[in-house]
């Protein structure tokens, strides 16, 4: 019993019986057949004896009348009559349905028909009287009328075509009330993922803000939503962009004044210092623009050859680490489109976060493998890699591991690098493998969505 549960439970889940539209439709189609079960079952229990009798005699007569019909048109001896007219009930009366328990007598009584009724008491029977063609008149014996249970009933009902229709129409009907509730919550279901995709604020459709109803407040909210966040993020990004440009202003000018004190005192220790933070400031300074242009709306895409972005940061490397020797496995078949400008810097940031914590003489092991539906980026150093507990941390902004007292750096590297491969709606993935360093992998998949 709980392997068929979690069996069920199992299908339940894979088949999307979790979604509101077949909830909506599961429920309202099983109240529909509930209560036409229920109605049925009403009006059939409140069927008289005395109707259900009526109509089980006319019953019998009519079958009765056809037999008799038969019997006086066969063209045979009378005495080969009674087994032509019982093949002629095996062939055509079975093909209308339930034959009755009856016997039929003429006006001789001679038994000229008889099925089932050798059981049925003499005080349990009724009779009737029908004519042939001829004239004749025959006696019709049969049981008397018993009305059959409630649940007989309603099967007998249940197999007709008009149960049959009204089990599709009430189908039908759910689906489309489930359709209807449905379709406007997947609208905006993709309305806001249009707008986190793409950072792009559209009206949402008049006809769904004017229904009257709770979609319709639903919409409302989400549109009010969307225009306090896109004017929150806006005027945050406009912010970091004011103020990384006033900073660069007295910062600069701070530049030039080191630089002419250093020309009379070039040994001094501090002009030295005044120098290398303005260079580090310059750079946060460069990042903090860096990661608010990632935020903004998504350009035009173009054709991204992964390999020849790897390659260029590759030599950049080169030249600010070239004690680090790098190697690199491509794959020719590595190309998507995308944003290049933004993989570029992700290759850059993670590339150099790699060459910077490596040891002196250590490879940094680089390769582009494609695979069936995404393209793969690993990147490994040989470092002293990072702890578990640190590892879901790296990814926020400003985080530094453990060994932030002996690099430079701001700890943005790494959240301008998941920026720019969540804008291609890849996978950044981190890893310490057997040997030590650190793993860093880029999933992209080959399909980028706008």
Same mark, same amino acid.
């Given at each position: /019993?709980?392997?068929?549960? $979690?069996?069920?439970?199992?299908?339940?889940?894979? *088949?999307?019986?979790?979604?509101?539209?077949?909830?909506?439709?599961?429920?309202?189609?099983?109240? =529909? *057949?509930?209560?036409?079960?229920?109605?049925?079952?009403?009006?059939?229990? %409140?069927?008289?004896?005395?109707?259900?009798?009526?109509?089980?005699?006319?019953?019998?007569?009519?079958?009765?009348?056809?037999?008799?019909?038969?019997?006086?048109?066969?063209?045979?001896?009378?005495?080969?009559?009674?087994?032509?007219?019982?093949?002629?009930?095996?062939?055509?009366?079975?093909?209308?349905?339930?034959? /009755?328990?009856?016997?039929?007598?003429?006006?001789?009584?001679?038994?000229?028909?008889?099925?089932? &009724? +050798?059981?049925? %008491?003499?005080?349990?029977?009724?009779?009737?009287?029908?004519?042939?063609?001829?004239?004749?008149?025959?006696? @019709?014996?049969? %049981?008397?009328?018993?009305?059959?249970?409630?649940?007989?009933?309603?099967?007998?009902?249940?197999?007709?075509?008009?149960?049959?229709?009204?089990?599709? !129409?009430?189908?039908?009907?759910?689906?489309?009330?489930?359709?209807?509730? $449905?379709?406007?919550?997947?609208?905006?279901?993709?309305?806001?993922?249009?707008?986190?995709?793409?950072?792009? @604020?559209?009206?949402?459709?008049?006809?769904? &803000?004017?229904?009257?109803?709770?979609?319709?407040?639903?919409?409302?909210?989400?549109?009010?939503?969307? +225009?306090?966040?896109?004017?929150?993020?806006?005027?945050?990004?406009? &912010?970091?962009?004011?103020?990384?440009?006033?900073?660069?202003?007295?910062? !600069?000018?701070?530049?030039?004044? !080191?630089?002419?004190?250093?020309?009379?005192?070039?040994?001094?220790?501090?002009?030295?210092?005044?120098?290398?933070?303005?260079?580090?400031?310059?750079?946060?300074?460069?990042?903090?623009?860096?990661? =608010?242009? &990632?935020?903004?709306?998504?350009?035009?895409?173009?054709?991204?050859?992964? +390999?020849?972005?790897?390659?260029?940061?590759?030599?950049?490397?080169?030249?600010?680490?070239?004690?680090?020797? #790098?190697?690199?496995?491509?794959?020719?078949?590595?190309?998507?489109?995308?944003?290049?400008?933004?993989?570029?810097?992700?290759?850059?940031?993670?590339?150099?976060?790699?060459?910077?914590?490596?040891?002196?003489?250590?490879?940094?092991?680089?390769? #582009?493998?494609?695979?069936?539906? =995404?393209?793969?980026?690993? @990147?490994?150093?040989?470092?002293?890699?990072?702890?578990?507990?640190? /590892?879901?941390?790296?990814?926020?902004?400003?985080?530094?591991?453990?060994?932030? /007292?002996?690099?430079?750096?701001?700890?943005?590297?790494?959240?301008?690098?998941?920026?720019?491969?969540?804008?291609?709606?890849?996978? *950044?993935?981190?890893?310490?493998?057997?040997?030590?360093?650190?793993?860093?992998?880029?999933?992209?998949?080959?399909?980028?969505?706008?």
């Amino acid at each position: /019993m709980v392997r068929f549960s $979690t069996l069920l439970g199992a299908m339940y889940h894979k *088949l999307g019986f979790r979604r509101l539209f077949w909830r909506v439709f599961i429920w309202f189609w099983l109240s =529909s *057949l509930l209560v036409m079960f229920a109605t049925s079952f009403v009006i059939i229990s %409140k069927y008289s004896s005395e109707d259900y009798a009526k109509r089980y005699s006319n019953d019998v007569l009519t079958q009765a009348e056809r037999i008799v019909w038969r019997y006086e048109q066969t063209l045979v001896p009378q005495a080969n009559r009674s087994v032509k007219l019982k093949n002629w009930i095996n062939k055509k009366e079975n093909r209308r349905g339930h034959l /009755m328990s009856m016997l039929i007598m003429d006006d001789t009584k001679q038994r000229i028909y008889h099925y089932r &009724l +050798n059981k049925v %008491k003499p005080e349990d029977r009724l009779a009737h009287s029908v004519f042939g063609p001829s004239g004749r008149s025959y006696q @019709v014996f049969s %049981k008397k009328p018993q009305a059959p249970r409630i649940y007989t009933q309603l099967m007998y009902r249940f197999q007709s075509l008009q149960f049959v229709f009204i089990f599709f !129409a009430s189908a039908l009907v759910s689906a489309l009330l489930s359709w209807s509730i $449905t379709r406007p919550l997947n609208y905006l279901g993709s309305f806001s993922r249009h707008y986190a995709n793409k950072q792009e @604020v559209a009206p949402l459709p008049r006809a769904l &803000l004017t229904r009257g109803d709770e979609v319709a407040d639903l919409a409302q909210d989400i549109e009010f939503m969307i +225009n306090k966040t896109h004017a929150a993020a806006t005027a945050q990004q406009q &912010l970091l962009h004011d103020v990384s440009h006033e900073l660069r202003a007295p910062l !600069a000018r701070l530049q030039v004044s !080191a630089a002419l004190i250093e020309q009379k005192s070039p040994d001094s220790r501090h002009v030295k210092q005044i120098h290398n933070d303005c260079l580090r400031i310059d750079q946060l300074i460069q990042q903090i623009l860096d990661y =608010s242009k &990632l935020e903004q709306g998504n350009p035009a895409q173009e054709p991204c050859n992964i +390999n020849a972005l790897c390659e260029q940061v590759i030599k950049n490397m080169a030249v600010t680490y070239p004690d680090i020797p #790098v190697t690199f496995k491509a794959d020719n078949k590595a190309q998507l489109n995308g944003y290049p400008e933004a993989l570029l810097q992700a290759f850059d940031n993670i590339i150099g976060n790699a060459c910077k914590y490596s040891s002196d003489g250590q490879p940094v092991d680089i390769s #582009v493998n494609n695979r069936e539906n =995404s393209i793969v980026v690993s @990147v490994r150093d040989h470092g002293p890699g990072v702890d578990e507990s640190e /590892m879901s941390k790296l990814l926020q902004p400003f985080y530094r591991a453990g060994n932030k /007292m002996h690099t430079n750096g701001f700890g943005l590297g790494l959240s301008i690098a998941l920026k720019a491969i969540n804008k291609h709606h890849g996978e *950044l993935r981190i890893s310490t493998p057997d040997g030590g360093g650190l793993l860093v992998e880029i999933i992209l998949p080959r399909d980028t969505v706008a």
